[in-house]
């Protein structure tokens, strides 16, 4: 089969909206989240989130909105975005400036779009309160196409002129994994020569609170250590959205034209625990069996592997079931790999968390480092034989897991390696 590679990023992050930013962050273990108080009611228990910078919605109105400057986006294409879709829509700006790309240059039926997001729930509540308000008598005629789940899908593939596959994916926190995955497999088929991936997500309360009543988020008030992966103190997950956009392209192409390589993505696997519609298997078989799947489609061996980007979000149950998946993947290995949570950092991205966790990982292959593991502190004792590192590494990784996991059990681990060909 053919082989693909990752040849442009765009960020739109708590942790920085281009890469010079992002690796900064990351090398230095600086977060991006911001003390909040949620819809004016101070007793909210949920304090902390990762915030857009950069970016501005004060209400669903499109007019309403601001952006960095250097985006120039027509009226025509804001009025059926939603915020996620603003975002979405300058990280694939920044990603094909990235991989030296022009919008011409993927609007053709050799490249396919694959995105992820749980649609917008702040413009979704604004569009139904409308309309009950007025009795179903009228409506806006870009409620649907701006606020559903395939948002991402409608607006991208109509800006860039996508004719290849459109395809949107909606597995909760594994999505754009699964978004990852299957763009890599239409490549690595021949069915398409280059692919934009994108996962995007809202910082608005309609998309971070609801977690709250499942008691999934964090309540520690502090910005500084209200997210903490494989602590023994974690409670919880900081929310967090944005964008993250990456440009895969079979690696035929993308060596003709002299594109720049941030890494191969070389394979990937997914399976389904089979046990609850919300909480990870205790003994973390589904993530353990998906990666080694990734493992065994990548055709290497567990003891290749340098670094794994945890999906861990801090949360008590979620963590454990990592560690347990980990410990059993990598046993008989020869030497055990790094493993960190960069959610530590950037807040829990929810259907973006993989993409930007693949971008990360690209990133590290391509500058050489290894991100540590951010307010790690009092390591839980169920977590105790994974290889922690407490601060960032200067070490080149040359083969990287990127893990996530979703609810009702579906788990995804792509993989990365630096490319040398």
Known sequence: MKRVLVTGLGWVSSIGNDKATVSDSLRKLTHGFEAVTWLGNPKITTKVLGTVKGFRIPTPEWRDWSWPDHYTIPPEILRSLAPHGLYALCASLQALADAGLRT??????????????????????????????????????MGVVSSISGTLNFNLATYFKIQGAVCGYVSACASSNHALGHALDDIRLGRHKRALVVGAEEVQAESILPFAGMRALSVNPDPDTASRPFDRRRDGFVGTGGAVALILEEAGEAKARGAHIYAELAGWGQAGDGYNVAMSHPEGRGL??????????????????????????????????????????????????????????????LSMAGALETAICAL??????????????????????????????????????????????????????????
Not at 317 to 333: C, P, Q, T
Not at 394 to 414: D, H, M, T, Y
């Open 288 to 349: 353990a069996t998906a990666m080694e799947r990734a493992i065994k489609d990548a055709e290497i061996d567990a003891r290749d592997v340098d670094y794994v980007n945890a999906h861990a979000t801090s949360t008590p149950v979620g963590d454990r079931s990592e560690a347990i998946a980990l410990k059993r993947v990598f046993a008989s290995a020869e030497r055990q790999p790094w493993v960190s949570s960069t959610k530590a950092l950037t807040g829990h991205g």
């Open 104 to 141: 011409a240059d993927i609007g053709n039926c050799e490249t396919g779009l694959f995105t992820a997001s749980a649609g917008s729930p702040y413009m979704l509540h604004h569009f139904l309160g409308q309309m009950h308000q007025a009795k179903a008598e009228r409506g806006n005629p």
């Open 364 to 421: 590290c292959i391509n500058e050489k480092f290894i991100p540590g593991c951010a307010h790690l502190e009092d390591i839980d004792p169920a977590c105790e034989g994974l290889n922690l590192p407490r601060k960032s590494l200067s070490e080149a990784p040359a083969v990287v897991l990127n893990n996530s996991s979703g609810f009702g059990g579906s788990n995804v681990c792509l993989v990365l390696r630096s490319w040398n060909d």
